[in-house]
């Protein structure tokens, strides 16, 4: 598929953040790790999802008018960690970097082990370690279970 | 004796939080309460002192031994035996409780059928928390003793070949057991029917590490050469039905017959409570351990009690 056909699906913007090279089919979740599914965001998001590119398919979330903080941003190396951010200004990339994942997650994800305390209704936060990164592998510092991609992505809070 | 130095410690909540030095360390300590921990001396220096047995969940033996450990140093407990007498039948968090009672003791013991339970515990406690079992998790304590014994009977840890048998699938005992066996020079031989056999991850992680281990399905075959075989319940449960859980079952119980051709040396071990594993036969030969094993968690626990709590020995 040619660049011009890509350009045209992904209209560019003229400020704000576009996360590139999102796992096909995981902007959703992608949406929901950043907040950007509450009823009170106010910014303009658009998703595409299932783009043709020269490695496969990928899904696209521009966000208009915000940039969004790295430590945010992030936290999507949990799902899709080939995604890179684009801060746009002016029509122009101004920055552009490959999300990277955090030592420590918290609050993102829940824990797979049903059983585990931070599952119960106590006053804290589900909270993990990373233990890798490719694959993606984290342990959760109450029961110490570990939790690999898929079964990550199937526990977003 | 300098305490602290070695070990700075706030909480035990898991064996993986401990590295070599801290375990032999522990059962340093642990070695000279033998003659207090039997009576033979007494001991108060921890007069004064309040441990606070909060079990959630029934475990007469393991609360016991924390009882002794601590009145045997001349310390007190208060405490509950189950969740049916405490505040969490009224709905009230595991935090809140724990806030609590540490206000009440200066050590809180937590035994509690969620994992990661200690874990959240030691961060609301005000005072160092000791776990005594956590669901399918961690029973730090367990494994210390288990060390302590065969460190006891064998002179070292390194060097040994160590069998373990049971359900290694779920068994928790056993999990911890390996991974502090993995951190000395072992050999290990994961004895266990097909389906009940050591967890992939955890066999992952020996092979990356440069650990020697080998896999059996049959006691009788595998115990021939062993300097420890540690035994562990097979679990009724864990079987579709009663037929399968007896082929197996009777596959796994050591009997004289099984001692037949072992190494004199050999010790045997289970964490006790034991059913049909170990024939009652086999307790009045030499290589029964397991009675003098449930003993040691005593002066294991005493060594804990006085660690954590920074008292000059
Ligand atoms: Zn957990």
Do not use: W
Not at chain 2, 33 to 44: F, H, I, L, N, Q
Not at chain 2, 76 to 89: E, N, R, W
Not at chain 2, 280 to 305: C, K, W
């Amino acid at each position: 598929m040619s660049e011009e056909k890509k350009t045209i699906k992904i209209s560019p913007i003229k400020k704000g953040t576009v996360i590139d090279h999102i796992r096909e089919g995981q902007s959703l979740k992608v949406m929901k790790i950043l907040g950007l599914t509450e009823t009170v965001v106010k910014d303009v998001v658009s998703i595409a999802m299932n783009v043709e590119s020269s490695v496969g398919k990928k899904d696209i979330v521009k966000v208009e008018n915000r940039e969004i903080g790295s430590d945010e941003l992030d936290k999507i190396s949990l799902i899709s960690p080939e995604t890179t951010i684009n801060i746009i200004r002016d029509y122009t990339v101004v920055q552009k970097k490959r999300v990277q994942l955090p030592e420590r997650i918290k609050g993102i994800v829940k824990c797979k082990n049903r059983n585990c305390i931070s599952n119960q209704r106590e006053p804290i936060e589900p909270e993990f370690k990373v233990m890798s990164g490719e694959p993606v592998n984290i342990k959760c510092i109450y029961c110490e279970r570990e939790m690999k991609e898929e079964e990550i992505s199937e526990n977003i809070v | 004796m300098k305490l602290k130095s070695e070990f700075s410690k706030e909480h035990v909540v898991s064996i993986k939080d401990f590295s070599v030095d801290e375990i032999e360390h522990v059962l340093d300590v642990a070695r000279t309460m033998e003659p207090v921990a039997k009576g033979r001396k007494t001991s108060d220096i921890l007069r004064g002192k309040i441990l606070a047995n909060l079990f959630f969940e029934p475990s007469t033996r393991t609360m016991l031994s924390f009882e002794a450990a601590m009145k045997r140093l001349g310390g007190d407990t208060i405490g509950f035996a189950s969740a049916d007498v405490s505040s969490s039948k009224k709905g009230e968090t595991l935090a809140d409780t724990i806030t609590v009672c540490s206000s009440y003791a200066d050590i809180v013991v937590l035994r509690h059928p969620q994992e990661g339970a200690a874990r959240l515990a030691s961060k609301f406690s005000s005072k160092p928390v000791l776990n005594a079992g956590d669901g399918a998790g961690q029973h730090p304590t367990q494994t210390l003793l288990d060390l302590y014994t065969i460190r006891k009977e064998k002179g070292e840890i390194s060097g040994n070949k160590i069998g373990i048998a049971g359900d290694l699938k779920y068994g928790r005992t056993v999990h911890s057991l390996t991974h502090a066996l993995s951190m000395y020079d072992t050999e290990m031989t994961f004895i266990a029917p097909q389906p009940l056999q050591m967890p992939k991850e955890i066999l992952g992680r020996l092979s990356r590490d440069g650990i020697k281990y080998d896999q059996q399905q049959n006691i009788d075959e595998a115990v021939e050469d062993l300097d420890v075989l540690y035994v562990t319940r097979i679990q009724r449960e864990r079987f579709p039905n009663e037929e399968e859980y007896l082929k197996v079952a009777d596959s796994y119980n050591v009997n004289m017959k099984t001692l037949e051709d072992v190494d004199d040396g050999l010790i045997i071990m289970h964490p006790l409570p034991r059913v049909d594993e170990i024939s009652a036969e086999v307790d009045d030969t030499d290589h029964s351990r397991y009675f003098e094993q449930a003993a040691n968690g005593i002066p294991v626990r005493m060594a804990l009690l006085s660690l954590l709590l920074e008292v000059e020995l």
